[in-house]
């Protein structure tokens, strides 16, 4: 009996083993997530950092790199169109407004080794076309002339850049210019004095995350822009041109995923290939950001940074869910009645549960690698009386945060046991025991002889 009490114990242990719910997600080598999606990339053109973040609450759920310093090229665009909205919000300039091109401008629209659109000394631009312009084709012209018509002192503009960066949590982040351009590429049409003209701008994935998310969360409407796979600027006049977006991962192009909607590329000889992604579908929101892909200027690696981009993406999507873990209201959370201001999202890996401790009114929810300013994510929550009545329940967690018992935990891992698992084990667990009677036989014959 005892043996078959021991048999029993370890199959229990084995099933634990084998259906253990650990919080800790192990995440894919870059190698593995690129071949998963049937994409034939060198691993050479494999990028230098990346990160994906929930736009709602900053939580990450992809990193490589994070923090490694990098030239982020034409990404720098999205800072001076950030510059650009504050302006429009304060009402120091509308999106209507028309900035007359000079010569210069002119001029820096000829440079052939930078990304631009055709300008025309004496025309009139509209704001919002240069937006488009700067957004998806990539124009530096473009984007110099909304960082000159926001504020002629060049110093001052790069001045407000970086204060905007240091505004937003990007600790990482220098600008020396407003395009990703070197100053020196501009052949002298574009100098400013406090700033290096060879040095590039410098960020991190992690940087590029927070302006992203600051940026869609106070513009939303910047999308409306970026999702187009072509635009039309300057409609019905002699300068009308059709722009083809350089984001090739949005709806509709070569690399599209439904749900891609933004944001913005870019790509020098210091930077190999970047790229941005915003997401929106089914109420999930995500900021993806790839830097440093393959080499420049290089044709495959420029559809590269959209391999690995999409990859990663779609290896997010594949493994999280989006869950409502708490709703806005007064509610119990492992033993104590407190208030949540707003609801609590969590994305978990898909087939686990959400694990959380409240200690000292700080929710600290299980994430596979904190938020963006946090090795942790951590909300805040008001201690209210025990009388209070409830006005919402946990959406989620059917034991509000309670740790099961060993059985109970044991008895939930069990019903997600396949069945082609139950019968393997159930075979096993036979065979164990015929072999525990066979020997039980051969004892008693032997006793008898003696």
Not at 17 to 46: H, L
Not at 73 to 84: D, E, N, P, R
Not at 362 to 391: C, H, M, Q, R, W
Request: charged content about 20%; some cysteine.
């Amino acid at each position: 009996m005892k043996r078959i009490t021991k048999i029993i114990y370890s199959c229990l242990l084995l099933f634990n083993v084998i259906t253990a719910n650990g919080s800790v997600f192990a995440q894919d080598s870059i190698q593995q997530v690129i071949r998963d999606e049937g994409f034939d990339v060198s691993i050479g053109d494999a990028p230098k950092a990346s990160i994906v973040v929930s736009v709602s609450n900053g939580e990450i759920l992809w990193q490589e790199n994070p923090d490694q310093v990098l030239d982020p090229a034409s990404l720098t665009k999205l800072m001076t169109i950030f510059i650009v909205y504050d302006a429009i919000k304060e009402g120091k300039i509308n999106l209507t407004d028309k900035v007359q091109a000079t010569t210069r401008d002119q001029a820096i629209s000829s440079i052939s080794i930078l990304s631009n659109t055709p300008i025309v000394a004496g025309v009139e631009y509209p704001v919002h076309e240069l937006i488009k312009m700067a957004l998806i084709y990539s124009s530096n012209v473009a984007t110099t002339m909304l960082s000159n018509y926001v504020n002629s002192d060049t110093d001052a503009f790069i001045d407000s850049m970086n204060a905007k960066a240091k505004e937003i949590g990007m600790m990482n982040t220098t600008f020396t210019g407003p395009s990703g351009a070197l100053s020196r590429d501009y052949a002298g049409y574009y100098n400013p004095k406090k700033y290096s003209l060879t040095d590039p701008n410098k960020t991190t994935a992690r940087d590029l995350a927070k302006l992203s998310i600051a940026l869609l969360k106070n513009y939303p409407e910047i999308t409306d822009i970026t999702k187009q796979n072509t635009v039309t600027v300057m409609e019905g006049t002699p300068y009308a041109q059709t722009l083809k977006n350089t984001n090739h991962s949005v709806e509709g192009d070569i690399f599209g995923i439904d749900g891609i909607n933004g944001l913005k590329t870019g790509s020098s000889d210091t930077a190999g290939y970047n790229y941005i992604a915003s997401y929106k579908k089914d109420g999930v929101e995500l900021v993806e950001v790839v830097l440093g892909v393959g080499k420049w200027p290089n044709s495959q690696s420029e559809f590269n940074r959209h391999k690995y981009g999409n990859a990663i993406l779609k290896y997010v999507l594949r493994n999280f869910e989006q869950k409502i873990l708490f709703n806005a209201g007064v509610q119990t959370i492992q033993g104590k009645k407190v208030k949540v201001n707003e609801p609590i999202t969590l994305f978990v890996e898909k087939g686990k549960e959400p694990e959380f401790r409240l200690t000292d009114l700080k929710l600290t929810l299980a994430t596979p690698f904190g938020t963006l300013n946090n090795t942790e994510y951590i909300v805040e929550v008001i201690e209210v009386d025990s009388n209070e009545k409830e006005s919402t329940v946990d959406t989620n967690s059917e034991n509000n945060g309670v740790k099961k018992s060993f059985v109970e935990e044991n008895i939930e891992s069990l019903k997600k046991v396949p069945l082609i698992l139950w019968i393997v084990i159930g075979i096993a667990f036979v065979i164990l025991i015929f072999l525990h009677m066979t020997l039980v036989k051969i004892r008693l014959i032997k006793r008898k002889k003696f």
